[in-house]
């Protein structure tokens, strides 16, 4: 079947820190996968996708690279901000499953000053 | 262009009681998928509409229904309302369906159950 798995948060670091989010897939079909951000009291915002294998997708300094090899989307950020501050989802869709996603379960990212 | 909208955005209701919620796609999309986000499950797939027709469904009892208009918004009805109903519910747009395409998310609904 399909699944995301993510790094069990909450994750705590301080401004200018390195950011890495693990997020690793199982997939029936070719799958694309799907970062989102979900402020406090919003609905969820696409960060970055990407839709075959060894691209990569960025965002507003976030990365992410598809890894087909080790099934992973993992996310990334140099120098992190307050403003980062928020709870960040990887999800997949599939060629079989078209727009139904199947999410992980978020991590809880908090940078502080 | 806007976003995707939900109404109403807060919803207080008691057991056993029905309730209609409703999303407006962003322009020119014609799909509509539904999730439901609580902190025990995360985020779940509830049901698709494109078209007007109900394209994929999720793992959901029956009490949970919706519909799509000829203008693509869409409703979604809960019905004899349970505790456990109480969650974040999400409406999404996309400009197809049957391949893989981008959401976008409303702000979502947030519906609680006494």
């Known amino acids: 079947g399909n699944s995301v798995t993510q790094m069990e948060g909450p994750v705590t670091l301080s401004e200018e820190a390195f950011l890495t989010i693990n997020c690793t897939y199982t997939a029936t079909g070719y799958p694309s996968l799907f970062w989102y951000v979900q402020y406090p009291g919003e609905g969820l915002q696409l960060l970055l996708k990407?839709?075959?294998?060894?691209d990569k997708g960025s965002n507003k300094g976030f990365e992410a690279t598809y890894r087909k090899e080790t099934t992973s989307f993992h996310l990334e950020k140099g120098s992190v901000q307050v403003s980062d501050s928020a709870v960040y989802f990887c999800?997949?869709?599939?060629?079989?499953?078209?727009?139904?996603?199947?999410f992980g379960t978020g991590t809880s990212l908090t940078v502080i000053p | 262009k806007a976003g995707v909208t939900q109404t109403p955005r807060y919803l207080i209701k008691t057991r056993g009681q029905q309730v209609t919620l409703s999303c407006s796609p962003i322009?020119?999309?014609?799909?509509v998928s539904w999730y439901q986000q609580t902190p025990g499950q995360g985020l779940q797939f509830l049901f698709e509409y494109f078209s007007e027709t109900q394209r994929n469904k999720g793992n959901f009892p029956g009490r949970f229904s919706g519909r799509q208009f000829s203008n693509s918004r869409s409703e979604m009805n809960v019905s004899t309302l349970e505790l456990g109903d109480s969650a974040l519910y999400l409406c999404?747009?996309?400009?197809?369906?049957?391949?893989?395409?981008?959401?976008?998310f409303g702000p979502g609904t947030r519906l609680t159950v006494l």
């Open positions: 322009s020119g999309h014609r799909s």
């Open positions: 999800a997949l869709s599939t060629s079989n499953t078209g727009n139904q996603f199947y």
């Open positions: 999404a747009s996309s400009l197809k369906t049957g391949v893989t395409d981008t959401q976008y």
């Open positions: 990407a839709t075959k294998a060894d």
